[in-house]
């Protein structure tokens, strides 16, 4: 899957920054800057005109200068992170105050990162470059989680008894959350978590969901839907908070509720917030019963010692009260223990790498040395690591070299790269940018300028493997969903692989044949939004249910949309059901104007349509007749004819070689 895990803007949006500054000439000088390296510039002159642009612009970066009249810097800075809207927007600050005080009050303010002035052009741009690329990141993790939310979503949808469950136990969630006066961080992780906490019912047959009068080995089945689910989640950092609402939510206080049986304050207590949520709705909607009367009995049951007590008469507070007051005894999130990122640092100088060690295991991180290149590249070998920070002057081998080979090896071509020099030159830093350098910082080094820069490259690093993680994730939650009819089971992959194998076929580049097979997997996703009754009714679909149904494409394009790195499938997710004639749908594309590739994959499906079980044909095809039938219906303006002979050949009289052709698709930890 690392085919789609490149970012990249859509194509033809650029990025824009807010350049902050009361000196006219400086302000100049940084929007030429802005403007070379292909950035769309707004300009604001003080603290309060940036306060007031950013909402209306929503930057990609604000570069924000302290020292100004009106409102200065810090507060300015203060003011936009402490916003809902200004809170993801990172913010370089630039600053002619050289004392450790002041680069400090700037990341207490909020700020990401921080430059000296006067302003050296190379690390202005590489600072710029990480910070955005750190926010639209961060942004395709958001349209990442989302996603994932919708087809959790869609799959209580699919029985009519569930639908809306889990909105409605965030809404309760975030009600009692506002109570005990958490944070907005929690808040947010609380009502993500409750959005996501039956996400391992997706493991659980469909026929056990929502049963009533269940077997004690059926119900055994049914309770392991918190592992499951966490057990999704867990490999995805970004996800990690929400993973001990998903796998506790069904403790109790007492100690005797699943999957592990712990109890009182061992229950986290984001897990018992969603936990009393998805209780009420279970009474108040399931059951049928008043809201009044569920409160009744939830506090019965906590009495009973199912949950805190005083946690369910707060939840009682909070659904009652119009505007929920917060209580005086607020209570918060525990503090979640971060793991030690773990550090190389190549130079040959045994007093810089001391250096390096004491500050940094000082900080938290774990520390590895080396004296040159040769013996880093050696050690890379031997265990893998976060952050390098590799000093370009060594000898036996030195930083260029060392950088080329990192950056040439599949294994290290995205490992962060701090390049340390004593050198000012600006071209042997541009040369370490363009050799694939992520960052540069100048010796002798400052202890807070070392520690911001790794924690910058960290989380580009992280987003970067949850990005790709959360994708898979995306497409095997759909492949899951799609196997709980028995009569789709396996469509889309076979589908995937098959149109890859016809791309390879008709001579498009490996790259594209790799999109093409994403855009197989996930080309039906739409259809979770649709009802099973009309997918598998055996009859004549209604003009209703017809047009229930054909929608699945736009709304299979919708879905995916938000993900930036998925741009390039949309066009066969949306268009995959057009015919060559112009009678298809949605949009009615004739001939050549349908993409090369949607031809293509439309073939493919329609071939594995033909020679699967379907609920509207008695039997499957057998090869010769589905082929035979593609050939006809080419030949009658369905399908284009010269791509339908290709792929007559290709398949030739036996049929696709599975075993030859299946590649590996994203499973779940079920």
């Not at 020099?421 to 400052?446: E, K, W």
């Amino acid at each position: 899957m690392s085919t789609i895990a490149e970012t990249a803007n859509v194509a033809g949006e650029r990025d824009l920054v807010l350049a902050v500054d009361d000196n006219d000439q400086n302000l100049q000088l940084l929007e030429e800057y802005l403007w070379g390296w292909g950035y769309d510039v707004v300009v604001a002159r003080d603290g309060r005109e940036a306060v007031q642009l950013y909402p209306k612009h929503n930057p990609s970066i604000i570069v924000l200068d302290v020292m100004m009249p009106v409102m200065d810097g810090y507060e300015a800075c203060s003011i936009i992170k402490g916003s809902p809207g200004g809170r993801t927007i990172p913010i370089l600050m630039l600053t002619a105050l050289t004392g450790t005080d002041d680069k400090i009050r700037a990341l207490e303010c909020g700020a990401d990162d921080f430059l000296n002035k006067p302003i050296n052009r190379e690390e202005l741009r590489t600072r710029i470059r990480s910070l955005i690329k750190i926010r639209n990141l961060r942004k395709e993790l958001d349209s990442s989680e989302n996603i994932i939310m919708t087809l959790t979503s869609a799959l209580e949808n699919k029985d009519p008894r569930t639908g809306g469950h889990v909105h409605r136990v965030a809404s309760y969630a975030s009600r009692l959350a506002d109570k005990l006066g958490m944070t907005p961080e929690e808040r947010e992780t609380i009502i993500k978590g409750a959005m996501l906490h039956d996400l391992g019912k997706i493991g659980v047959p469909d026929h056990l969901l929502g049963k009533r009068d269940m077997t004690e080995e059926e119900q055994a089945i049914v309770n392991r839907h918190p592992v499951m689910g966490a057990s999704i989640l867990e490999p995805m950092r970004t996800f990690r908070a929400f993973v001990p609402i998903v796998r506790w939510h069904h403790e109790r206080f007492d100690g005797k509720g699943f999957p592990d049986g712990i109890g009182g304050s061992a229950i986290p207590l984001e897990a018992q917030v969603v936990g009393i949520a998805n209780r009420f709705d279970k009474i108040h909607h399931d059951e049928g019963v008043s809201e009044h009367d569920a409160l009744d009995q939830l506090e019965r049951e906590a009495s009973g010692g199912a949950f805190d007590r005083e946690l369910t008469k707060l939840f009682r507070s909070a659904l009652q009260e119009e505007s929920v007051t917060v209580t005086t005894s607020s209570r918060h999130m525990r503090a979640r223990t971060p793991v030690a990122p773990s550090v190389l640092c190549v130079d040959d100088n045994r007093l810089n790498r001391d250096l390096m060690t004491t500050t940094l295991t000082e900080a938290g991180f774990e520390v590895t040395t080396a004296e040159n290149g040769s013996q880093a590249i050696e050690i890379l070998k031997q265990k893998s690591l976060d952050v390098v920070l590799l000093d370009l002057v060594m000898p036996v081998q030195d930083g260029s070299a060392t950088l080329q080979m990192l950056r040439s090896d599949p294994r290290w071509e995205f490992l962060p790269v701090i390049v340390l020099t004593s050198h000012r030159n600006s071209q042997m830093r541009q040369d370490a940018i363009v050799a694939g350098a992520d960052d540069f910082i100048n010796y002798p080094l400052n202890r807070l300028e070392l520690l911001t820069r790794i924690k910058s490259l960290l989380r580009i690093r992280d987003y970067h493997a949850d990005l790709e993680q959360t994708q898979n994730v995306i497409c095997a939650l759909a492949l899951a969903l799609e196997a709980k009819d028995r009569y789709t089971r396996g469509h889309s992959q076979r589908v995937g692989d098959l149109a890859r194998t016809f791309a390879i076929h008709l001579g498009l580049p490996i790259e594209n044949a790799e999109r093409i097979r994403i855009a197989g997997l996930l080309h039906d996703i739409g259809k979770i939004a649709v009802p099973e009754a009309l997918l598998n009714k055996q009859g004549p679909l209604t003009r209703d249910e017809f047009m229930r149904v054909i929608d699945h494409p736009v709304i299979g394009e919708e879905m995916v949309r938000p993900l930036m790195t998925l741009t390039q499938v949309l066009s066969l997710i949306r268009h995959h059901h057009e015919r060559y004639d112009g009678r298809g749908y949605p949009d009615g594309l004739r001939g050549d104007t349908i993409p090369y590739e949607v031809r293509l994959l439309s073939i493919v499906d329609a071939y594995d349509a033909l020679t699967s079980h379907r609920s509207y044909r008695p039997a499957p095809l057998t090869h010769e007749a589905a082929v035979a039938t593609l050939l006809r219906e080419a030949a009658g303006g369905k399908w284009d004819p010269v791509m339908v002979e290709s792929f007559s050949t290709m398949l030739g009289d036996t049929g696709p070689d599975w075993a030859a052709i299946t590649q590996p698709v994203p499973m779940l930890n079920l």
